[in-house]
């Protein structure tokens, strides 16, 4: 083993003070995990939150009567569901003052035929008007969905042929898009005219989902832009008026946006102020740790300075046995607050009930580099009491008599 | 010459509101090779004197000079540095690192500035080098002692000159199969003598003892009084504070220190 | 003794947990008309890699520390098949929110890395403890 050198110093202190060592890493660690896994879980939280604004083209979704909610939830969050009025509405709709485009959609909640699939929600769509959808298929598609073809969501289990089974029907898959965070990932696109197939093969397997008669006439919703200048509030107003239909139910998608964006922001508002009181009460160990040790260490201090020790190297001393300690706290707290969070990302999307998305590799870089110099950081700041101490010119440290 | 001078040396402490002197107008003159031991009860600013000798408190009047150099009027780097090269200290207290082996307690002192100072160093006196080989040839041997030479051939890459030099003067102490323990496991007198061979590790030109012989056994004293003695006699100025009337006989001069006075004894 | 324990407690509870997870909290998909899943072998080969990484933490209670070192190296390679079955070897069912997917596969990932980790510091330890004491 080679000699003592002053470099080693550090170490040798933290190794041979192993349960001091570790109360301090442990504090740090849990410091750590609190403030990056907080962090990853509210920027995937942000990414899903925009990526389910930029799916959500329309102004107002006109749904049937006391169906709100479901289609709300059906926009937020994965459960899935059927419910549809019948497409000469969907035309009275249309007439409406102040919109600007229309475009019927409909819903259907499939019962998975392949063992162990969830629940599918079918979503068709009309190419001729669509504003939606479409749009968004095409940036990654390329073509024009033919009749009888899909196209999946990311979670969709597609089968090595390259179809999906949905009411013991194989629908060659034409495409599989990339992942949303919402519950389009858990979504298969189909033609509107596509529909009355489908609910033939359901009715075939025994669960019609929708009764044969409606089949070619039910939608689900109307999803529309208004006109410029008009307010998606006052252009429900008017379909009301235009439809002489009063119980229509009416979505506003930048709403439900907007009221997720709200909970989420008081979310991490609360988890940030719990940080911070966490953060604070985690420091106070730190400090109280640090300082005790301090008086403890006096006599080391001294012994340093009768070898000749300058104050510059018991503070750097001081300084790297901390951010050695912050450094090992950081770097425990970000490998398991990684290990908890990022292989489950999709448990927890689930479990979230909200748009949820992994945001990317360079994303997870960047708030693990703010993890460790947060550590760091935290370490450093517990040492600097001392270190103050330590550099103050009048002589702190002496040999008293019989000490 | 003189290594260390003291001149009209005062320090005074606030106790209560109201100013003492501890250290009371001190003049001291030691020379290269002289043994110089200060005695007198607990309290009366032994250890003051020696800690404004290093530097470590700053005088209220009066001028310490080691080796030449004013203590006080230079600034924190180049005071550290003649603590570490020109004077050792061996305290009275165990101020070995516990987290430290007692080979690398030994070593620290030379590694200290970043530059290795024991070998090809300007500070380096051939006599006090002599010193300490002397000693080791001395009856007191260890026959179990590994030789200094073979293990350097044999392990070259582990067995450096630092390393060398420090098991040298823990072989000279006779605590050499110690090199390996950590302070705890010693006794208080293995504990002293360690120190002792920390405080030669940079071959100092002033030697400072505060009681090196405090808690120590007839044998342990006279093993460590005939070390200081022969690092007088290898041209190194030892100071020493002590109340052992068994050490005063291996020293050239003896003062007494009585609150803060220093008298010829 | 605590070192002892520190060299085969982890390789016993994370063998425990990869041998029963995939039996019970992180179950794989049933077999449904006797079309087996790729999961369910997974299941499978999990239920075993575990039994074999607890014994080698049980083995290791009552052998001298080289030997434990050695234990904890077979451990890492075990725990390496653990995270290889259901990713590359045998494979969970494709579907992303399909339960052996979402919970299953990262579970095993997970106890895996752990029992990595924690056997390769044990059996680093016990070589460098080994090479000192010689």
Known sequence: MPHITLGRLPFENLKRKPFRTAALVIVVTMLTVAFYGGALLATNLKTGLDSMQERMGADLMVVPQNTGAKAEALLTSGSSSTFYFTNDIAKLVAKADGIGQATAQTYISSLAAACCDEKVQIIGFDPATDFVIEPWITSQYDGDLKNGEVVAGANINVSADGTIKLYNHDFPVAAQLASTGTSLDNSVFVNETTIPDVVAYSAKVGHAAIPQEYADTAVSAVLIKTADGYDAHTVADNIAKASGIGTLGYVYPGGVTATTRANLNALVGYAGLFLAVFWTMGLVVLFAVFASSMNERKREFAAYRIMGATRGMLVGLIVRESATVGLAGGVIGIAVASLAILPFNTLIGRQLQLPYLQTGAFTVLALVTAGLLFAVTTGLIASIMTAVKLSAPETYLTLREGE | MAILEIHDLTREFTRRGSAFPAVDHVNLTIDTGEFVAIVGRSGNGKSTLLNLVTGLLSPTSGTVRVDGHVVGSLNDRDMARLRNRTIGFVTQSATLLANLTVLDNVILPAVMLGEPAADGNDDDTPSVRHATQDTTATPATDPDMPDVIAPAEADATTEDALTRRARTLLDALQVSDLADCYPKELSGGEMRRVSIARALMNRPKLLIADEPTGDLDADSTAIVMRLLRQTADAGTAVLMVTHDPDALGYVDRTYRMDRGVLTTA | ?134
Do not use: S
């Not at chain 3, 999990?46 to 077979?74: H, M, S, T």
């Open chain 3, 1 to 134: 003794m605590t070192r002892k324990l520190f060299a085969t407690l982890p390789a016993i509870v994370l063998g425990v947990l990869i041998a029963v997870a995939p039996q019970t909290f992180a179950y794989v998909c049933k077999v449904e008309d006797g079309m087996k899943m790729a999961c369910h072998y997974t299941a499978q080969a999990a239920l075993g890699l575990g039994v074999v990484i607890a014994l080698l933490g049980v083995i290791g209670l009552f052998v001298e520390p080289k030997v434990r070192a050695g234990l904890n190296i077979a451990v890492v390679l075990n725990a390496a098949l653990v995270i290889a079955v259901p990713t590359v070897l045998i494979g969970v069912c494709k579907g992303a929110m399909m339960h052996c997917h979402m919970v299953t596969l990262p579970t095993l990932i997970v106890l895996g890395v752990l029992a990595i980790i924690f056997a390769a510091i044990a059996a680093w330890l016990g070589i460098r403890d080994a090479k000192t004491v010689r």
